[in-house]
């Protein structure tokens, strides 16, 4: 895949088909988007492009409104890469560009600088100043340029339209089997493991502590998870939240790791979250939590044992 992280585009490349979109999450919807622009850029020879932005426009136009990103930009890159998508462009999301007309978008950057010889969309996709494009005013302009103009509609599961927004609360309200439903994918941050205080060890369960810099972390309570170090994945039980039980006062997480018993200080680590298996909560003894805790550890691992079938 080639990345462009600007419209500085000096190649001309053969039957650009384009879908334009945040694509935060790459989520199941987003995927029958991509599907659809690889489809129709095969019979005509052409490119199959993805114009996405940095930073997300949420966090200039509503940043009261915006929870954080589902993929961070180097996340994205590695999930549209893994579409088979030819091209993606970054553009950054600036003053500047915010501010460019709906038909000068669509003459100066997509027919004159892109050379598109097709586009297709998400149904609510809008563009230009203030957001007054939209897709029924994309459709008179394909018609104007010359290039086909295909809308995508609402995609659901279970009753609800998938939405990059729809899984952001997931993750924040604790949601994460759902989440994995819309997706197609368990919800995952990347991180590195860091020095803890050790109570974990202490207590019989010796956890990894991972600090992230991912703004979207799911909501304080004990995960069934898994944990992907040095080239491995582990199954593991994840506490995300301020350790109570030991009057805690920062957010931590905390990855107790099934069958392993390694040194991963300083390593990068990815972390999948799977199900949500209750809240954190203060004990009354280091005993009832140890308890608590390999009650965890046993839901966790009937949890995959269902989950890969045996």
Not at 259 to 278: A, C, N, P, S
């Amino acid at each position: 895949m080639i990345i462009f992280e600007s419209l500085d585009i000096s190649e001309r490349f053969q039957n650009p088909v384009l879908t334009i979109g945040n694509y935060d999450g790459l989520h199941i919807g987003h995927k029958a988007i991509i599907e659809r622009v690889k489809e129709k850029a095969l019979p005509l020879g052409g490119t199959s492009m993805l114009m996405t932005f940095n930073p997300h426009p949420l966090t200039i136009v509503r940043p009261d409104a915006f929870v954080g990103l589902i993929s961070p930009l180097t996340l994205k890159k590695r999930l549209v890469e893994s579409t088979g998508i030819d091209v993606m462009i970054i553009v950054p999301f600036t003053t500047e560009f915010r501010s460019v007309e709906p038909e000068e978008y669509v003459k100066d950057i997509l027919v004159g600088r892109i050379g598109i010889k097709g586009l297709i969309v998400g149904y609510d996709f809008r563009f230009g100043a203030q957001g007054r494009g939209d897709v029924g005013l994309l459709r008179k302009l394909s018609e104007k340029y010359g290039f086909f103009f295909e809308i995508v509609e609402a995609i659901t599961l279970h009753g609800e339209k998938i939405g990059s927004n729809r899984i952001r609360h997931m993750v924040i309200e604790g949601e994460t089997e759902r989440a994995i439903d819309f997706l197609g994918r368990p919800y995952m941050i990347e991180g590195r493991v860091v020095e803890g205080f050790g109570r974990g060890r202490d207590l019989g369960f010796p956890t990894v502590n991972v600090t992230t810099e991912y703004d979207l972390i799911p909501k304080t309570g004990v995960y069934s998870s898994a944990i992907m170090a040095k080239g491995q994945v582990f199954k593991a039980v994840t506490n995300v939240g301020f350790n109570p039980t030991f009057d805690g006062e920062n957010l931590t997480i905390e990855s107790f790791i099934l069958g392993f018993d390694g040194d991963l200080y300083g390593e990068k680590v990815t972390l999948f979250f799977y199900r949500r298996i209750r809240d954190e909560k203060k004990f009354s003894s280091v005993d009832e939590l140890k308890q608590r805790i390999g009650q965890d550890v046993e839901e966790t691992r009937s949890y995959f044992r269902e989950k890969e079938g045996y």
